[in-house]
């Protein structure tokens, strides 16, 4: 569906020839993954064209549905006997459900976690909030694509979207171009042009919001630009406050991109909650699990309860089978 979308859009003759090769391509592959091919470059204009997020996904009513790879692919997971997947997609599905948006994996009867350690780490990236740059103008782009399919007459929408295009891009300049990752208080307490793009940025969204709000009945494509804009509103407002006592907020800045990150100071109850509603069997494995030789850390970050733990010693005899050599060169290591 994206690709077709992206054959239509005006201004493609530069990559006429990449969007032919994707549809030939398209018609051969069974998995619909573009790791199998080197048709596009890493940098590639076209890569959020031709791919869907959870946020342009139009599901069950996207007219290419029953083609879909990724509809494929659940269906292959629902009748498998073991699923291996990574971290960060068993957080994500976790973090669908909670949220009542639908689920990407099955339900399984057990759950075997391996490199545990990481988890609670990762498991907070998907329980907070992000704002990026990127989503801001994919949701400007999706805007327009969607009122030239679906609505023609209702060209505030374009105006509204090129309006916070120009908007993102002045707040992108406010933040400099200095690549870092900062607590976001600091910077806002640094730099009052910042927190004035920031209140712009939000009123150009809240515009956005308005004229999809009205087109939203036209077509499933608007009608979700309309509930992307009102979750990115949700999401940037909690950067304009002063005050988060369970939120850490901050910024990783980038060459012409940023992502505003709210994330929870802990995981502990919301995963809880999640194991609760999962009562099956739940194993965590890894070789660095232990603090002191006690699970105390982990079982605490994870807020599991009275769980069952058993630890083994490695077999390799590091004494006898390793070595820390410390050359003595006069220079520091940074040196070439």
Not at 278 to 302: C, I, R
């Amino acid at each position: 569906h994206r690709l077709e979308l992206a054959e239509s859009e005006p201004g493609q003759q530069y990559h006429q020839h990449t969007l032919q090769t994707l549809r030939e391509w398209g018609g051969k592959t069974t998995t619909g993954d573009l790791s199998e091919t080197d048709l596009l470059e890493e940098n590639s204009p076209l890569w959020p064209k031709v791919t869907s997020t959870v946020d342009n996904c139009l599901g069950q009513q996207c007219p290419q549905y029953d083609e879909c790879f990724i509809v494929e692919a659940r269906r292959k997971a629902q009748e498998a006997d073991i699923v291996v997947v990574n971290h960060h997609l068993l957080m994500s599905d976790m973090a669908l459900k909670s949220s009542g948006q639908g689920e990407v994996l099955p339900d399984a009867d057990a759950y075997i976690i391996d490199e545990a350690h990481q988890l609670p780490a990762i498991a907070s990236q998907f329980l907070g909030h992000r704002v990026s740059s990127h989503q801001l103008q994919e949701l400007s782009r999706d805007s327009i694509r969607e009122m030239e399919a679906e609505a023609t007459d209702m060209n505030d929408i374009r105006t509204a979207a090129e309006q916070l295009d120009n908007r993102l891009h002045q707040f992108n300049l406010s933040l400099g171009e200095h690549e870092q990752r900062v607590p976001w208080q600091p910077v806002l307490e640094k730099s009052q042009d910042i927190i004035e793009k920031l209140d712009i940025l939000l009123e150009s969204l809240e515009k956005l919001e308005i004229q999809l709000d009205a087109a939203s009945e036209r077509g499933r494509g608007l009608e979700q630009c309309y509930q992307r804009c009102q979750d990115l509103i949700e999401r940037l407002s909690i950067f304009q406050q002063n005050e988060q006592t369970d939120l850490v907020l901050w910024l990783d800045n980038r060459n012409s991109s940023f992502i505003l990150h709210a994330t929870p100071q802990e995981v502990s109850q919301y995963f809880q909650a999640w194991i609760k509603d999962k009562p099956q069997a739940w194993v965590f494995t890894s070789a660095t699990l232990t603090v002191a030789g006690k699970f105390n850390n982990f079982t605490h970050q994870l807020g599991l309860e009275d769980p069952v733990t058993a630890s083994w010693q490695s077999p390799f005899d590091y004494g006898k089978q390793s070595l820390l050599y410390m050359p003595t060169i006069p220079v520091e290591p940074s040196n070439p």
